[in-house]
Nanobody, 120 residues
Framework: QVQLVESGGGLVQPGGSLRLSCVASGNIFGVYSMGWYRQAPGKQRELVATITREGNTNYADSVKDRFTISRENADNSMYLQMNSLEPVDTAVYYC??????????????WGQGTQVTVSS
């Protein structure tokens, strides 16, 4: 099992910034990709950004040039720097991890989520 704990959410004004953090613990050997997803009220969960162990990144078009994903393999942490926030970015943000096990295949894990609210 992999445990994921997010932090850093909150209320911010439009145009402001927030930095989300996610710390992974447990059986983290084999985690090959981590990412951030978000879910707004009444909408499906959607991808925000992902990053592989090697540092390859992928972003949703809606956040490119505003959000930056990064990770520190040494302390099993991942971050999402969010700049120029807009009200449409309001959502619960979830940390995600994908782990591969030779015996049991690929496994997916989720954190409990952290609320981000962009409002004046």
């Amino acid at each position: 099992q992999v445990q994921l704990v997010e932090s850093g959410g909150g209320l911010v004004q439009p145009g402001g910034s927030l930095r989300l953090s996610c710390v992974a613990s447990g059986n983290i050997f084999g985690v090959y990709s981590m990412g951030w997803y978000r879910q707004a009220p009444g909408k499906q969960r959607e991808l925000v950004a992902t990053i592989t162990r090697e540092g390859n990144t992928n972003y949703a078009d809606s956040v490119k040039d505003r959000f930056t994903i990064s990770r520190e393999n040494a302390d099993n942490s991942m971050y999402l720097q969010m700049n120029s926030l807009e009200p449409v970015d309001t959502a619960v943000y979830y940390c995600n991890a994908l782990r591969f096990d030779l015996g049991t295949g690929s496994h997916e894990y989720w954190g409990q989520g952290t609320q981000v609210t962009v409002s004046s």
